[in-house]
């Protein structure tokens, strides 16, 4: 099995290489799955292994209505 995640909303401070506010996506091993900032909607991001870790970082400049996600495990898709 897979994590699925889905950014149902995602509103936070946008900036080129997201390092003000952001939402990054990693596993047990320290693979990035994602790091996000700005505005999105339905995003989905599949994430192997055990675990999934979900870091949010915020600095005090501007304030967004943050993110909304959900979480389901799923059968990996297959490789060809």
């Known amino acids: 099995m897979v994590i699925n995640i889905t ?3 995602l509103y936070l401070e946008d900036s080129i290489s997201c390092d003000r506010d952001y ?3 990693t596993n047990e091993k320290n693979r990035v799955f ?3 900032c700005g505005h999105m909607t339905g995003k989905t991001v599949l994430v192997s292994g055990k675990y ?3 870091e949010f970082h915020s600095d005090s400049n ?3 209505r943050g993110f909304l996600m959900e979480f389901s ?3 990996p898709p297959c490789k060809k």
């Open 7 to 9: 950014i149902n909303e």
């Open 23 to 25: 939402l990054q996506i």
């Open 34 to 36: 994602g790091k996000y």
């Open 52 to 54: 999934a870790l979900i």
């Open 62 to 64: 501007n304030q967004n």
């Open 73 to 75: 495990a799923v059968v």
